[in-house]
């Protein structure tokens, strides 16, 4: 049984982008190259990784238990001839690529300078970034570290927190002297509130451990960021992060509310999969994002 490097990161490609147009993308080769790489691989394995129909490809079930085996060995194959080559004692020159997934607009907002800082640090390593706010899958979608935003289900992930930031009750001055400033939990029920569509009111509005009355949402978005731009509006009260509420409240256009209750706190933590040896590329990278958000400093300098 021989096969090659080349082929099972073809292979992992494959599963990962789910066409043979795309990993030929992604490789620059062409189609054939990719194609024949994957028959190759069958051969040396003698079994069938994905069925082919009119154009189109379907792992096996053969493939996606050859997938879920095969990916965090890569992981740890590159981790260690990495550290071999470029890890030595002296060498501070960090090569390779690193990729990175992380929330949309937490990323855009306060991660882009300082990965443009650290970008600018290390000009030979190549930085692949993906900003989506759905949890990414890192081994399945070959990423070697995520920034989460809350409590993590994942305990087969490691784990470094950052820093914690609170979600903060506010609404535009402007709606708060139309409909009047709410002063307890109770006092929510004759306002409008800004709906978030990853969680419910009764989740997003605990405060102080306390479960808020029945909630009125005329809107609910995906976006916290939109959530924000519709409060900033006059459309009604909102919960938000502090790092997209801060500088808002800091230039008048929102007003916190409720200030004497406890909020929800958010930790934002780094996570990758085990790997060891642990490569330098990402544990100094996991240090520079400690060091830049220390205490959540970027948005409560604000």
Not at 118 to 133: G, K, N
Not at 152 to 167: F, G, H, N, S, V
């Amino acid at each position: 049984m021989r096969y090659t490097l080349d082929e099972i990161e073809t292979f992992l490609g494959v599963m990962e982008l789910g066409t043979i147009t795309a990993v030929a993308a992604r490789l620059n080769l062409s189609k054939s190259v990719i194609s024949k790489r994957i028959s190759d691989l069958e051969t040396s394995l003698g079994a069938a990784l994905f069925r082919r129909n009119a154009g189109r490809i379907t792992p096996t079930e053969a493939a996606h238990r050859l997938d879920n085996q095969l990916r965090p060995a890569l992981a740890a194959l590159t981790a260690a001839a990495e550290s071999a080559a470029w890890g030595g004692a002296g060498d501070d020159v960090l090569r390779g690529t690193l990729s990175m997934a992380a929330p949309m607009s937490f990323g855009t907002l306060h991660l882009s300078p300082i990965i443009a800082r650290y970008a600018a640090q290390h000009p030979e390593l190549v930085l692949r970034i993906d900003y989506d706010d759905r949890a990414r899958d890192l081994l399945r979608d070959g990423f070697d570290l995520a920034v989460r935003i809350g409590h993590l289900r994942d305990t087969a992930l490691m784990q470094r927190k950052l820093c914690e930031d609170e979600t903060i009750p506010c609404a535009s001055p402007a709606y708060l002297d139309r409909h009047g400033r709410p002063e307890t939990l109770d006092d929510l029920r004759d306002h409008q509130v800004i709906g978030y569509q990853h969680m419910s009111n009764a989740q997003l509005w605990t405060l102080d451990n306390a479960t808020p009355p029945t909630l009125h949402s005329r809107l609910s978005l995906n976006n916290g960021e939109a959530m924000r731009d519709m409060a900033i509006q006059g459309l009604g009260l909102a919960i938000l992060p502090g790092f997209l509420a801060m500088a808002s409240i800091a230039d008048g256009k929102l007003e916190r509310i409720l200030p004497n209750m406890q909020t929800r706190r958010l930790p934002i933590v780094a996570v990758w999969p085990p790997v060891s040896p642990m490569p330098p590329k990402l544990r100094r990278f996991i240090d520079h994002l400690l060091a830049e958000l220390e205490n959540c400093q970027p948005w409560r300098d604000a």
